[in-house]
T-cell receptor
Framework: IAGITQAPTSQILAAGRRMTLRCTQD?????MYWYRQDLGLGLRLIHY???????GKGEVPDGYSVSRANTDDFPLTLASAVPSQTSVYFC???????????FGPGTRLTVL | AQSVTQLDSQVPVFEEAPVELRCNYS??????LFWYVQYPNQGLQLLLK??????LVESINGFEAEFNKSQTSFHLRKPSVHISDTAEYFC??????????FGTGTKLQVIP
């Protein structure tokens, strides 16, 4: 079934550790996004990529980095995790000329 | 700049009763408007969208929303809710080439 996959489903991480959240889509969408979802704050954009080879900063980019080596993959890296990065992370994608976004199932990350 | 306000964080409603989830937006350009639904432990799914044309848009499961430009609103309604409608609902706005901005969400709790 076409869509977006994310891995891992959940993770408990010690503060200071490095962590990469994986996201893969098979819809050949140009644009991809990373959001974090926190209670009472809704979804906040961390980073985005309009096309392979380009990335941009969203609303809350500090402490996170992304890369877009190809169309399908858009990993999110926490170089040195902190407890405030405890959240549910969603990857999304959208096709060219469309503002409709398709979401992955999410990664629940706990930083202790 | 664009923003979305969902005035109600939680809405309890009895089964088979009508419901309205409120959404107001601000944008300096013409907008596209969306409602997404998130069931427990899942990612967001598109429920309905307004891009242009008829201001009343409907979903396949009985929800509808009306774009009201003068009141800058896009309220979501359903005449008779079911237990299965229990979920969190997010309103979102996108203006032109701007990124999608999400509201903080409204949790709909359907009471048997």
């Amino acid at each position: 079934i076409a869509g977006i996959t994310q891995a891992p489903t959940s993770q408990i991480l010690a503060a200071g550790r490095r962590m990469t959240l994986r996201c893969t889509q098979d819809m050949r969408h140009n644009a991809m996004y990373w959001y974090r979802q926190d209670l009472g704050l809704g979804l906040r954009l961390i980073h985005y990529s309009n096309t392979a080879g380009t990335t941009g900063k969203g609303e809350v980019p500090d402490g996170y980095s992304v890369s877009r080596a190809n169309t399908d993959d858009f990993p999110l890296t926490l170089a040195s995790a902190v407890p405030s990065q405890t959240s549910v992370y969603f990857c999304a994608s959208s096709g060219q000329g469309s503002n409709e976004q398709f979401f992955g199932p999410g990664t629940r990350l706990t930083v202790l | 700049a664009q923003s979305v306000t969902q005035l109600d964080s939680q809405v309890p409603v009895f089964e088979e009763a009508p419901v309205e989830l409120r959404c107001n937006y601000s944008s300096s350009v013409s907008v596209y408007l969306f409602w997404y639904v998130q069931y427990p432990n899942q990612g967001l799914q598109l429920l309905l969208k307004y891009l242009s044309g008829s201001t009343l848009v409907e979903s396949i499961n009985g929800f509808e929303a009306e774009f009201n430009k003068s009141q800058t609103s896009f309220h979501l309604r359903k005449p008779s809710v079911h237990i299965s409608d229990t979920a969190e609902y997010f309103c979102a706005v996108s203006g032109g080439y701007q990124k999608v901005t999400f509201g903080t969400g409204t949790k709909l709790q359907v009471i048997p």
